[in-house]
């Protein structure tokens, strides 16, 4: 069969990895791809949000299954318009990839269908929100309610800090439309986890879980990036906290969107925090995380393209997904500036120690090919994933890979999985 992905990032490359595994896969397609992808697929220069030429390129490439990556096309309703042309496609469609499109719309959710979750209050207006922050216990937590790159959120310390968080999210529009609307969350503590899921409509199966390391700086300092770094499986997510998961979050979240008459088929991202009173929902995506994917499908044992086809058909409940007893390490290699500011353009070396191998990976996420070499292209250039037969043993390979590696101003976090020794 013939598979054509959408996307560029790093997710897209461990997708395509995935795929190619596959027996069933004769062809593969990246719109529009990057450097690493090239080595696995046929690159085509069409952007995500280019509806028509992505539908066009697929009816005359007769492709079987477009898998769409990331959140601004699902949310754009990309596979809607797939299906209304009668071709093939993995994701949610656009009513039900509002449940990442959305922050107000998933806090309601979860209120009315009574998911644990942080308590929260929406506004539309900046001087109702200023308002309601005079009474309110901090830290708390500002989210802009739409699409903004994984970075529109603000942990607020102070009243003060606050009210410059609402005055950029709101008023200066830092993170453009999403900040027309405001949620003002609980603050919560605890372990942070991930948790990936396939869904069909009606049946979820959870994949093994992770965590990811959102902070530019070591000790979890600077800004908040689309993600410096993940480890797989988190050993704070217990067999107690993944049934409590299954019967008070996972299901029901499924149960929920197919009663509000949005069923939901694709990939459903949990982000949870295991707090003193049990787990809550911090967040839900509509789609593979990343870096999650670049630590969690390389431990899948399944056909990637049967699980993606269960769900389409909504037979998933005949899948039983199974995983490696091991582990995983992904650490970002990013351009020094990101997420804030950076240089692109420089040359990247060493690319080659990662051929022909498969306990270690080297997912692209900002490259491109020029006549002299792969260059960096993109804050987060490079995401290098190792299996060990433990998470230690994949972090010391993890960051073993990862001097391999030079390119000029290259930066990454030196502690990526250090939650771990604190589990033993």
Same mark, same amino acid.
């Given at each position: 069969?013939?598979? $054509?992905?959408?996307?560029?990032? #790093?997710?897209?490359?461990?997708?395509?990895? +995935?795929?190619?595994?596959?027996?069933?896969?004769?062809?593969?397609?990246?719109?529009?791809?990057?450097?690493?992808?090239?080595?696995?697929?046929?690159?085509?220069?069409?952007?995500?949000?280019?509806? *028509?030429?992505?539908?066009?390129?697929?009816? %005359?490439?007769?492709? *079987?299954?477009?898998?769409? #990556?990331?959140?601004?096309?699902?949310?754009?309703?990309?596979?809607?318009?797939?299906?209304? &042309?009668?071709?093939?496609?993995?994701?949610?469609?656009?009513?039900?990839?509002?449940?990442?499109?959305?922050?107000?719309?998933?806090?309601?959710?979860?209120?009315?269908?009574?998911?644990?979750?942080?308590?929260?209050?929406?506004?539309?207006?900046? %001087?109702?929100?200023?308002?309601?922050?005079?009474?309110?216990?901090?830290?708390?937590?500002?989210?802009?309610?739409?699409?903004?790159?994984?970075?529109?959120?603000?942990?607020?310390?102070?009243?003060?800090?606050?009210?410059?968080?609402?005055?950029?999210?709101?008023? *200066?529009?830092?993170?453009?439309?999403?900040?027309?609307?405001?949620?003002?969350?609980?603050?919560?503590?605890?372990?942070?986890?991930?948790? $990936?899921?396939?869904?069909?409509?009606?049946?979820?199966?959870?994949?093994?879980?992770?965590?990811?390391?959102?902070?530019?700086?070591?000790? *979890?300092?600077?800004?908040?990036?689309?993600?410096?770094?993940?480890? +797989?499986?988190?050993?704070?997510?217990?067999?107690?906290?993944?049934?409590?998961?299954? %019967?008070?979050?996972?299901?029901?979240?499924?149960? &929920?969107? !197919?009663?509000?008459?949005?069923?939901?088929? #694709?990939?459903?991202?949990?982000?949870?925090?295991?707090?003193?009173?049990?787990?809550?929902?911090?967040?839900?995506? !509509?789609?593979?995380?990343?870096?999650?994917?670049?630590?969690?499908?390389?431990?899948?044992?399944?056909?990637?393209?049967?699980?993606? %086809?269960?769900?389409?058909?909504?037979?998933?409940?005949?899948?039983?997904?199974?995983?490696?007893?091991?582990?995983?390490?992904?650490?970002?290699?990013?351009?020094?500036?990101?997420?804030?500011?950076?240089?692109?353009?420089?040359?990247?070396?060493?690319?080659?120690?990662?051929?022909?191998?498969?306990?270690?990976?080297?997912?692209?996420?900002?490259?491109?090919?020029?006549?002299?070499?792969?260059?960096?292209?993109? #804050?987060?250039? $490079?995401?290098?994933?190792?299996?060990?037969?433990?998470?230690?043993?994949?972090?010391?390979?993890?960051?073993?890979? &990862?001097?391999?590696?030079?390119?000029?101003?290259?930066?990454?976090?030196?502690?990526?999985?250090?939650?771990?020794?604190?589990?033993?």
């Amino acid at each position: 069969m013939k598979v $054509l992905i959408v996307g560029s990032g #790093g997710r897209e490359h461990a997708i395509a990895h +995935s795929v190619s595994k596959s027996g069933q896969v004769e062809e593969i397609y990246c719109a529009p791809g990057n450097a690493g992808i090239g080595l696995l697929a046929q690159c085509v220069p069409i952007g995500v949000m280019e509806f *028509d030429r992505i539908e066009a390129f697929a009816r %005359e490439k007769a492709i *079987d299954l477009i898998i769409v #990556g990331g959140e601004d096309p699902l949310v754009g309703g990309l596979v809607d318009q797939l299906e209304a &042309a009668g071709l093939r496609a993995f994701g949610p469609r656009k009513d039900a990839a509002i449940l990442e499109g959305s922050k107000a719309f998933t806090k309601d959710l979860m209120k009315k269908y009574h998911i644990p979750t942080a308590a929260y209050e929406t506004f539309d207006r900046a %001087e109702d929100a200023l308002a309601y922050l005079e009474s309110a216990s901090f830290p708390i937590v500002l989210k802009a309610d739409g699409l903004a790159l994984g970075k529109g959120v603000l942990i607020c310390q102070s009243l003060e800090q606050a009210r410059e968080g609402v005055k950029a999210i709101m008023e *200066d529009k830092q993170f453009g439309s999403a900040g027309n609307r405001l949620v003002i969350e609980e603050f919560l503590t605890g372990r942070e986890v991930s948790v $990936l899921s396939f869904v069909d409509g009606k049946t979820i199966k959870t994949m093994t879980s992770a965590q990811d390391h959102k902070r530019a700086g070591d000790g *979890d300092t600077g800004p908040n990036t689309g993600g410096m770094g993940t480890f +797989s499986p988190s050993p704070f997510y217990t067999p107690q906290i993944d049934r409590f998961c299954q %019967e008070h979050i996972y299901q029901p979240t499924v149960d &929920a969107m !197919a009663a509000e008459g949005r069923p939901f088929k #694709g990939i459903i991202f949990f982000g949870l925090m295991l707090t003193e009173k049990g787990p809550r929902v911090l967040e839900y995506n !509509a789609r593979f995380g990343d870096p999650e994917t670049q630590v969690v499908l390389p431990r899948m044992k399944n056909d990637i393209i049967e699980v993606m %086809e269960a769900c389409i058909d909504e037979r998933l409940d005949n899948i039983n997904l199974e995983f490696e007893d091991n582990a995983a390490v992904c650490v970002v290699l990013a351009s020094r500036g990101y997420p804030v500011r950076y240089e692109k353009g420089f040359l990247i070396e060493g690319l080659e120690r990662f051929e022909g191998r498969d306990d270690c990976f080297c997912f692209h996420a900002g490259t491109k090919r020029t006549p002299e070499g792969i260059v960096t292209a993109g #804050g987060r250039v $490079l995401g290098i994933t190792a299996r060990g037969e433990n998470l230690h043993r994949a972090r010391e390979n993890a960051y073993e890979a &990862a001097q391999w590696v030079t390119f000029e101003n290259k930066y990454m976090r030196h502690d990526i999985g250090k939650a771990i020794d604190e589990a033993q």
